[in-house]
């Protein structure tokens, strides 16, 4: 399985908190300890050229794993399309965080995407709602992260096909954190965590749900349907 | 309520086979049968100024018709983005037949909306699956209609929130032809039948689950969330 | 429309608290409100004869509301199952607070419909997350209550076809306090709020929300199916 | 992974024309094909004491596949129970062809699962309409099956969590006809194909899904949820 780290890398360049908290980017955080399970993991950024997702990368590429934030809008629009398209053909995905407002994942979802959102050092409590689904694997009752954004609802997304965890915060919110989507032949998961300011991505429990995700959304080997003009398959006796 | 039965009308114009059987083209049928209901219900055509979708007529349209065929391509992309808006906003839409290639349903679904067809004046027969659902009142067990085109699976859509027809096609496949979707505050459903060459605007059994899609897809003061940056409700103790 | 309310009625005859804010019991408090919008709101409750559920109560009632909570083990076996056998047939059900653990409820849902609790007076935040569902009709971003029992997840039960609130509780949990589920040619809507200590049936929004909730559940004429051996509809070649 | 084969097996026993398919009877045949993949695949027939199905079985049973047909009456009720609190527990259910009407099955679902059938030798065709659905890993656009028993929508049960395949019958019906369920713990797949009287059971296509759906309903280590009275985790200020 090919797995590609996908960062916008731009926080850590501008803020050192950032950047102390995750000295190797946040893509070499995730990078790192997926690493411990996959061969070939690869990162990409923001700034490279064609943001580092050319057709070759993109075509070999089993599952990626999307964080942005602030630079969304200099993600070229084709190359989010050609994001999309590849999800559509079999790629997992997984949108981690603030990429809720990524070009590629509003595409996929066709809404706004949008919620409410609070940095407040307010804990955050995960409750698991799917106790059937792998993407639990190895989870308690719940994760409980000491200091998060918050993220509230509405979070306008369509319905997902699979909510997996809920959000507890502090302030009075709820969020529904942990979701799946199906699209075309790709299958993506959103999961909520990953303020910048905070180490969250070296928090164990949140790096399990990470490698499970990524289990998750690999496609294996399921059906190419074929579109566009058929000839029956049965004798049609009214024409 | 405002319906508004929007219609691409070229086939009208270019066809007579479509022109002698609907005459005043399938947006005059659609708004004959549906002002049998309703006192306000228009149409619109793409070949009127903004296609007949001024910010004006969108703004006090409650539930949106769409049949397009053959000139999905000249709906401007930016009219197509401000019914897409609409829709989240709460606006209802029903989108009919061969509208599933126009690009407001592909940027409301995020998928290719793909499928396969094929001519061939075949049996279509419609399953009841959902006896729940409002869209299925006055209905029988199915619905058949003796002569239409063929649209087969795989339909590469996001999975439905609600399935309430299955068609039965005589040369071999099967489709999922009356299917509903939430976009932000907006409800979207589906129905299959309809191509232009056979008389299926006229049938009654099919104008009762149109008039009955118009019911459930129109808002009834359903709750505006509001977005982005959010005072806690609740004390924050952690900070 | 024929509503008919039917309630345990046992706290209220032991535990003046209830009685006090209760005196019509939990059961009128309800049908007082519902009487506002309907005609034929009835009662019934355990000690009567049958549980005041006859064969010809249930045959006549369209929407059936179900309260109970410390003696749904007295509620007989072939009742639980004729109202079962009654929301198949079409007959709309509400299910509120306690009643999750009620036979009727358990015997459509299937699992255990177990869930974590706790009698603190603490408050309680029920969040609208699809505002497209009619059942929040004119209710705003969220509800608060200032004191009520919770209710936390997990709860065990399946996949909510439809899920419209969630609550937040000041001790840490959340739940999914509103959701729907479609059961034959029945509808039923669980609605958490509803601890017999607190004035929760007084609240208007509340009452809107119950009153949205009656008149989502209410079966409108849709298909009644045939079940068994079937001719075929088509002539089989291979035979 | 411990996967246990139960069977009915009475046709096998009174019917010649199922014996010369399955001479060691349908559970001996699936055991066989799923012994290609793992270890430890066991049986357990009707006749056997306890119908085979000891809580010491049932404990160590990971997964567990039925088929039933004509003495679904003959298996007691407390061993069906126990066979759904294990499902709900967390042991995986596959439910094959006409154990729709079993015990267990129609326990979980909290429906009559009613539906159309007919026995007339006819085409199925089984479409994919989850094309990222690791149950169709392998599959085509389709399995097709010369002559099978037909079974006809209305399917009564509740909607499935995912729908896999659709089935497209020679005499004029569809049916949903590879679905799953998510029950506490427990995942169940239904896979509609396997009249005893036809080899289906033998078809390397067939042999493909339900395997794959043996290993889609094991449960991989998902958290236990604990229920009932909770201690707040936050402090409760109104008290």
Not at 74 to 83: C, H, L, T, Y
Not at 217 to 230: E, I, L, M, Q, S
């Amino acid at each position: 399985m090919n797995v590609l780290v996908w960062n916008e890398n731009r926080h850590e360049k501008e803020n050192k908190v950032v950047s102390d908290i995750y000295p190797e980017g946040i893509h070499g955080a995730i990078a790192g300890f997926l690493g411990e399970d996959h061969e070939n993991v690869k990162t990409a950024t923001l700034d490279e050229e064609e943001h580092g997702l050319t057709d070759e990368v993109l075509a070999e590429t089993d599952v990626l794993i999307w964080w942005g934030h602030k630079a969304h809008e200099d993600v070229k629009d084709e190359i989010a399309e050609k994001v999309k398209q590849r999800v559509l053909e079999g790629m997992g995905l997984v949108v981690l965080h603030s990429a809720h407002f990524s070009k590629v994942f509003k595409k996929l979802m066709g809404t706004t995407c949008d919620l409410k959102w609070r940095e407040a050092d307010e804990k955050e409590r995960l409750w698991v709602v799917d106790p059937t689904h792998p993407i639990t694997e190895g989870v308690g009752e719940y994760i409980e992260l000491e200091k998060e954004e918050m993220y509230g609802e509405h979070f306008d997304i369509p319905t997902p096909e699979e909510l997996i965890f809920l959000s507890w915060f502090e302030g009075g919110e709820v969020f529904r954190s942990g979701a799946t989507f199906r699209r075309g032949r790709g299958k993506v998961f959103y999961f909520r965590p990953g303020h910048e300011t905070y180490p969250t991505y070296h928090n164990k429990e949140i790096q399990n749900v990470i490698k499970n995700g990524v289990k998750w959304v690999n496609n294996t080997n399921t059906p190419k349907h074929v579109y566009g003009n058929a000839q029956p398959l049965e004798e049609i006796s009214t024409k």
